[in-house]
């Protein structure tokens, strides 16, 4: 399943697609009465809280993380974007040198101390009322100084004005995502095909790691566990690595995945079960094809259009004929599936975290996921990565899902 390797020394989007992004932004901030909007971002060492900066400018710094502040910097490794209708974004970093080959910005502002260069623009452009995207990123105390250095603005929270706006995917989104699907699909079929031959889990990690990194593409985690006893039940079997440096045996039942920001900084997040070295018992046969089941209730109800409510109502009709019962991860994870952007994103499929007029929406990525253990045979998990269109999903992820 190895494929070709795709290449852009100038980035992935053209500059008109940041353009576009922008538009429907301004756009948003018109329907919501807000003059001007500032966005924090947090992408030194970090992937989850790059979200809103990265979709905008593609800035990501090259900080290995959140350094302590001293008296040569302060809030490092975080951004900040300004967004005022009719000029082009002014982004705020730590890298002394814009990227401009990459980064698609209006003026770009080097700053040792971002809260103090973005506080400054702010009070000259004279806004009295300030949208605020970030104050689930953006730490107190570096919020407290903003605020002491502009007393006359007022901030008003909004951190859903940009998600709105990446909840549907433009056509090079979706292409983005097929090739992600392709990339993460490959590296998924070579975790478990090692796996499935007894290899230890590090050396299939490592496989995996391998077709990802010669594709281009990044990844966060790669979970594997195995087996029948009291530690089979979590979703990996070594919580630093995510993977053990043992093989499980000929018969075990096993669940793995891979996820992260994997191509272009884009989420995506399939997982399989198998049992090492195929024919599985009649037991385990009824586990992989009941918890898979569930998973596929989501891919056959979801298209555009569709209540996110009737999704989950049909995979939980499904749990309730299965018999599934209680589950480690479905605890962690109570849900059957979630949108794709930057990360797991709203809508989550579930009877209790969703309105009665969610829907999903043509141009919408998502997930299918479930989890199921049984006592004595195994923990099994699923997920499945696809695109909402008219009829349906067309599904990104096609690692297969029997291994006999």
């Given at each position: 399943m190895t494929i070709q390797r795709w290449n852009y020394p100038n980035g992935y989007f053209p500059k008109d697609e940041y353009e576009a992004r922008w538009k429907k ?380």
């Open positions: 932004t301004y756009a948003a901030m018109k329907r919501k009465k807000y003059d001007i909007a500032v966005v924090f971002g947090k992408t030194g060492g970090h992937y989850e809280r790059a979200m809103e900066t990265l979709y905008l400018t593609q800035f990501f710094s090259e900080r290995s993380g959140q350094e302590p502040d001293s008296p040569l910097w302060n809030a490092h490794a975080f951004c900040a974007v300004i967004m005022e209708p009719g000029k082009a974004p002014e982004l705020h970093g730590e890298m002394p040198e814009g990227k401009r080959r990459w980064v698609h910005c209006g003026k770009y502002v080097y700053s040792d101390d971002i809260v103090a260069t973005t506080a400054k623009s702010l009070k000259a452009r004279g806004y009295r009322r300030v949208a605020f995207v970030g104050s689930d990123c953006l730490p107190v105390k570096y919020f407290q100084q903003l605020q002491a250095m502009t007393p006359k603005i007022e901030y008003v929270f909004d951190d859903d004005l940009i998600r709105e706006c990446r909840r549907i995917k433009s056509p090079r989104e979706l292409d983005m995502y097929r090739e992600s699907g392709q990339i993460v699909s490959s590296a998924l079929y070579r975790l478990c095909d090692g796996l499935y031959h007894g290899k230890t889990g590090a050396e299939a990690a490592a496989d995996a790691a391998h077709e990802l990194t010669l594709r281009g593409a990044s990844w966060l985690r790669t979970p594997i566990n195995f087996g029948n006893d009291k530690e089979s039940i979590y979703f990996e079997r070594d919580n630093i690595p995510g993977y053990p440096n043992y093989a499980p045996k000929r018969g075990d039942f096993v669940r793995t995945w891979i996820y992260g920001p994997v191509h272009q900084g884009y989420w995506i997040d399939p997982g399989r079960s198998l049992v090492c070295g195929g024919k599985p018992s009649a037991a385990q046969r009824s586990l992989l094809e009941d918890s898979y089941a569930i998973c596929q209730a989501v891919l056959d109800t979801v298209k555009d259009g569709v209540k996110v409510l009737a999704v989950a109502r049909a995979a939980n009709k499904v749990k309730k004929k299965v018999g599934a019962g209680y589950d480690h991860a479905s605890q962690q994870w109570p849900y059957n599936g979630h949108g794709n952007g930057m990360m797991w994103e709203h809508p989550m499929i579930c009877e209790g975290a969703v309105s009665e007029d969610e829907i999903f929406e043509e141009g919408m990525v998502a997930s299918a996921e479930s989890f199921m253990t049984r006592d004595g045979v195994g923990s099994a998990g699923w997920e499945q990565n696809y695109i909402v269109t008219k009829k349906g999903i067309e599904l990104i992820t096609t690692t297969p899902v029997i291994w006999d």
